[in-house]
């Protein structure tokens, strides 16, 4: 069996969120399966196509088109199909994530969320053009099969677009090994490397309004105000739609000197600022899975979040929960978890314990047996 998977967002400056899973996913699924031949499509300038992780499996190939995206996708726009641009055509594809396609073959696609159908408030004008270019509903109805990251995407996917229970399968999403409560001897070189002293409060998201980046200055700022204990706050995450507006937010707020902006995480940074702070912010309005919250309980980091969409069902128990649109009751969390030692550790030892039933593998195990079936092979 031959399938071919749509890597073309692996080429992007940063692994987050949807790249990460697809890289972590295909990692484990070369390890399952090394009878299976895979081909990887991906396209771009020379730059972005050099961004491409290294896959050093044999029976993994490369199929790869020195053309912007642009063009490419405006091919297939005008009826150019995905495999017309591979020299070895696939028995079936695999998308893991939304994209501009076209296809002739079967296919499996994985659906992160809809949030953009939930929430289009929290899109640029741009991102919702996009999304309409790629043609979603179509794409979902002629997909062999569907893959959601949650039982909480899955029900969005049926009460919206009217999409049939078995037409679905909802496998959670896992994490890496270094997300881990123990503490390593390079952590506090991390935090110096960034000039973050202990105690702190962590975010760590890409800086949109989805994320309620702005509930969580606005609960820190009263946080402050009430509280006589001095703890810091530190955003973590990629630029995103009006991260402007947030940043000139910051250097207004009158506690401007406590709170940094520290961009972009690797991996190992952000294992060690999980680990080391006094709390994880995530009172987002909408996940289609909430990675972030996943890797926070694996690190034994009390976790603040909302319940909504699929986030309980990766919390579970573990967290607290919070009204993402009520400031006060954000502020109430933090003042909660950082003055209640016996709080504080009953969630530092019940994350781990939780995040233990979540793993890579067995979303690899779940998707290839979906790949499988729908391939009819």
């Not at 696609?109 to 979603?136: G, N």
């Not at 037409?167 to 390079?186: D, F, R």
């Not at 979303?363 to 499988?372: N, Q, Y």
Request: glycine share 4%.
């Amino acid at each position: 069996m031959i399938i071919g998977v749509d890597i073309r967002h692996l080429c992007a400056p940063t692994i987050t969120g949807v790249p990460r899973y697809t890289l972590e996913l295909l990692h484990e699924l070369f390890l399952l399966d090394p009878t299976t031949q895979w081909v990887l499509f991906a396209s771009g300038r020379k730059m972005a196509l050099k961004r491409l992780p290294y896959f050093p499996e044999k029976n993994v190939s490369l199929c790869t088109h020195l053309l912007p995206n642009k063009l490419v996708n405006a091919k297939i726009l005008l009826g150019k199909n995905l495999e017309d641009f591979c020299t070895r055509k696939p028995d079936i594809w695999f998308f893991p994530n939304q994209n501009i396609i076209r296809t002739r073959l079967p296919y499996v696609l994985t659906v992160h969320d809809v949030s953009f159908r939930i929430f289009p408030e929290f899109f640029s004008y741009k991102s919702r053009l996009w999304y309409a270019l790629t043609h979603f509903e179509t794409l979902l109805k002629n997909a062999a099969h569907l893959i959601t990251v949650s039982e909480s995407t899955a029900h969005d996917l049926s009460s919206i677009f009217s999409i049939p229970k078995e037409h679905m399968s909802a496998i959670p999403l896992g994490y890496e090994k270094q997300y881990q409560p123990t503490v390593k001897p390079s952590d506090e070189s991390y935090l110096r490397n960034y000039k973050i002293e202990k105690p702190y409060f962590l975010s760590l998201a890409t800086l949109e309004p989805r994320k309620n980046i702005l509930g969580i200055l606005e609960a820190y700022e009263l946080f402050c105000a009430e509280s006589k204990r001095k703890i810091d706050l530190v955003f973590a995450g990629g630029s995103g739609w009006r991260t402007k507006s947030f940043l000139d937010r910051v250097r207004h707020s009158p506690h401007q000197k406590q709170i940094h902006v520290l961009g972009y995480l690797r991996d190992q940074e952000r294992s060690a600022f999980y680990r080391h702070a006094e709390a994880f912010l995530f009172p987002s309005f909408y996940e289609g899975f909430g990675l972030p919250v996943l890797e926070a309980l694996a690190s034994g980091t009390p976790v603040i979040t909302s319940p909504v969409s699929s986030i309980p069902e990766v919390a579970k128990d573990a967290a607290i929960y919070v009204d993402p649109y009520l400031v006060s009751d954000i502020a109430e969390a933090m003042r909660l978890v950082s003055t209640d030692p016996l709080l504080q550790n009953a969630l530092r030892k019940k994350g781990p314990q939780i995040a233990h039933s979540f793993s890579w593998k067995s979303t690899a195990e779940a998707t290839l047996t979906i790949l499988r079936k729908a391939a009819k092979i």
